[in-house]
């Protein structure tokens, strides 16, 4: 990877050694020839991994015997190979150690917070073209001082062609503007945000990938207040601590989740609430047992922390709404400064804009939910040639895909579509891709649904395309991230994908490999009132489900459901059922899980995305074995599940019960239907994806049942489960259709 300082780290490291010979980057990898007392290249060896920049991804170390060339010296190799770039681009990469030891003894460097070194630092966010020189990047407009150069050019120096090299004579700095005046004295900020923090304002801070909204995390008024200014936004926040100590009073972590939490890709983890532990601010997680959390990782956060008295700040993604996060410095002044009581801004671009990765652990490994910062660009590596194929992604939390040889390389988080600036920021990063991963695609890929953006976007460019259905391409995702090629079995929960029956699908098991797929069975279809709409309304689900089961007795159902809707239009919706007005059949599991969140009273609105089922998630009695009935027939009905949880609940069960009943009831459903396709086709592979599998309690429960039933069991790790994975498997499958000449 480029900017990642591992030719100079082995130069270094050869030296040390007094060893001779050379280094060169090739485009598989890294090419070292050494000569030497046997022993000193022994040690040699022994410590490339050990002591590598951690951003530099070893996949393996091989080595060999080779005739002595008597070379005098060790050298850093020009390339040989010119006549292809490499283009691999790293992202960006969290302050090191050593650099935060610099930062306070350094004379020229002195708190300077935007110090870095090969090893760290922005890279992906402030680059624009290759190869990676600085005069391709945002800090092109900072000269570097003498001193820097001078750092920049010694090979012995851990700052050695870091390309954002910077310090306080030279580089980048921050800005504060409040009430009308403006501070570009770093101490003035940094006592200025302490003081407005700890009295409960809002600050905006420029981050890595674009801006944070911050706030005190344990200041109920400030978090609300926060909560308000963004717009009905009912999300969790994600939190900052001070450090890992400091989390750990507050969340419960294991060494799993503390590794990934200290990795140098400082994402967001999604922790559990301790119990008895203290507390954060109740606006924060909106009655999640779980927080969203993460640890300094700008030379400037450390800064923030070492003045605050506060232990964790609210750090939310500065934007109004569904909007991409914002990066330019007028933008946020203009549309920030509604909320934030004062902004902190610095003058060096973000070109790329990304936003805070997340990840949540779940039987033992962890999961990407959003894989953006300290991820992208890196590529996903696979075992057959994707080059030339772009893949679209979906439409609620977009990411595309292009292929490079054998890499898929899969954008940042791009949002929603239908928003028109999360369209632009699509079609100007596709662009970018193209450029700076110099491709030119041949084949383009889109989902089976014809009005998704993404899709349109396919179309408009009049080049040869081929469409791929929805949870195919979530299977196919899954499949690639762990080099699958072969019959499976794919089971894709999710919320919402363009059937090849026109219906809306979302529980689908699947006889499928990489070119095509056979649907073997789905959920029962129902309708779902008023379309996509009814995702925002999950009462609507529930009524239809009590409607096919219970028919005319639906309205007159004793249970405080039907009480809690009395406001609302139930007849009309039961109406427009019978009439089949905007009401498509759909087979969705998120759609099944919304009715049943709101059947037990939890959610019969939902404020954000998947709302519903994350607080039926929330509530599982995880000590309940049980499950409720259900049939297995052409397709998989719930009619007894429904029965019976009416009855449930006119027993006065609590929701815990009922809901760690209902997702037992799933898991069973999984491993039963499973069982079936195995005993029918002799497979044993079974591959789990789509958004549903992000419910922790169904993923392990459903890998765990599998597993201990002889299944072979995979699920994603390092890519979403949600339609932010599904491009690479549209990426594979479209390579796989070309191969084959069927696209
Ligand atoms: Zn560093
Ligand atoms: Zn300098
Ligand atoms: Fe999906």
Redesign the pocket.
């Known amino acids: 990877m480029q900017g990642v300082g591992f030719r100079p780290f082995i130069y270094r490291l050869a030296l040390a050694h007094e060893l001779l010979g050379w280094v060169e980057n090739r485009n598989d990898g890294v090419l070292i020839h050494v000569e030497g007392p046997a022993d000193a290249i022994s040690k040699f060896i022994n410590e490339i991994p050990v002591h590598a920049p951690e951003a530099a991804n070893i996949f393996s170390l091989e080595n060999t015997g080779i005739p002595l060339k008597y070379y005098k010296e060790f050298s850093i190799r020009k390339s040989e190979n010119t006549s292809e770039e490499i283009t691999e681009i790293s992202p960006d990469?969290a302050?090191?150690?050593?650099?935060?030891a610099?930062m306070k003894s350094q004379k020229h460097r002195l708190n300077y917070p935007f110090?870095?070194?090969?090893?760290?630092?922005p890279r992906f966010t402030i680059i624009k073209d290759l190869p990676y020189d600085r005069g391709e990047t945002s800090m092109a407009p900072f000269p570097m001082c003498e001193i820097c150069n001078a750092e920049y050019k010694n090979i012995l120096d851990?700052r050695f062609h870091?390309q954002p090299v910077a310090c306080n004579q030279c580089g980048p700095i921050y800005q504060l503007h409040h009430n009308g005046n403006t501070s570009t004295d770093l101490n003035n900020i940094l006592e200025l945000s302490k003081e407005l923090l700890e009295t409960g304002a809002i600050i905006a801070i420029k981050g890595l990938g674009g801006y944070h909204l911050a706030c005190d995390a344990q200041n109920q008024d400030a978090v609300q207040r926060l909560r308000t200014g963004k717009n009905r936004d009912g999300k969790p926040f994600a939190v900052m601590f001070s450090e890992i100590e400091t989390l750990k009073e507050f969340l419960t972590i294991d060494d799993i989740e503390k590794k990934e939490l200290l990795s140098w890709q400082r994402p967001i983890m999604i922790l559990q609430n301790k119990p008895g532990g203290k507390k954060l601010a109740p606006d924060v997680s909106v009655g999640f047992n779980t927080t969203g959390a993460m640890l300094p990782y700008m030379p400037f956060h450390h800064l923030l922390f070492e003045h605050l008295k506060i232990p964790v700040i609210v750090l939310t993604s500065g934007n109004i709404s569904d909007e991409p996060i914002i990066i330019d410095n007028q933008a946020a002044i203009d549309q920030l400064s509604e909320i934030a009581d004062a902004i902190i801004t610095y003058n060096r671009d973000i070109y790329n804009r990304t936003d805070d990765s997340v990840v949540f652990s779940s039987n033992g490994k962890n999961r990407m939910i959003r894989r953006s910062r300290g991820f992208v660009p890196s590529p996903i590596h696979l075992n057959q040639t994707v080059n030339g194929i772009f893949a679209a992604g979906a439409e609620l939390v977009n990411c595309f895909c292009v292929g490079k040889d054998k890499q898929a390389i899969m954008s940042q988080h791009i949002g929603d579509l239908k928003n028109i600036e999360s369209l632009d920021f699509y079609t100007e990063s596709i662009n970018r891709f193209k450029k700076l991963f110099r491709i030119e695609p041949e084949l383009f890929v889109h989902d089976l649904h014809p009005d998704y953006l993404s899709t349109k976007y396919v179309k408009s460019i009049g080049g040869k395309t081929t469409g791929v259905q929805h949870h195919h391409a979530h299977i196919a995702s899954c499949m690639a991230e762990h080099k699958l090629d072969e019959q499976v079995i794919g089971i894709s929960l999710d919320g919402v994908g363009y059937g090849t029956d026109r219906h809306i699908w979302g529980s689908e098991f699947l006889l499928c490999d990489l070119a095509d797929f056979e649907r073997y069975t789905h959920f029962e279809y129902i309708p779902q009132p008023g379309g996509d709409q009814a995702t925002e309304y999950p009462w609507r689900m529930t009524l239809s489900y009590l409607y096919k089961y219970l028919d005319k007795e639906t309205l007159s159902l004793d249970i405080p459901f039907m009480h809690s809707i009395q406001g609302e239009n139930a007849d009309l919706i039961i109406k427009a059922i019978d009439l089949g007005i905007n009401t498509p059949l759909t087979s969705s599991a998120g759609r099944l899980f919304d009715s049943v969140s709101a059947l037990i009273g939890l959610c019969t609105h939902s404020s954000f995305h998947a709302e519903a089922p994350m607080r039926l998630e929330s509530v599982i009695d995880h000590n309940l074995k049980d499950h409720y009935p259900f049939t297995i027939e052409k397709s998989i009905k719930f009619r007894e599940l429904f029965l019976e949880m009416i009855r449930d609940i006119q027993k006065g069960k609590p929701v815990s019960y009922i809901s760690a009943k209902f997702h037992n009831t799933i898991i069973n459903v999984i491993f039963a239907v499973a069982d079936r396709m195995r005993k029918d086709t002799g497979i044993k592979s079974v591959v789990l994806s789509g958004g549903t599998f992000q419910n922790r309690y169904l993923l392990s429960g459903t890998e765990k049942l599998l597993d201990k039933h002889g299944f072979k069991v995979f699920a994603q790790q390092r890519v979403p489960s949600n339609d932010g994975g599904i491009a690479l498997g549209q990426l594979l499958i479209g390579a796989r259709r070309r191969k084959l000449g069927t696209p």
């Open positions: 990469i302050v090191c150690d050593a650099c935060l610099d110090i870095n070194c090969t090893n760290c630092g851990r870091a």
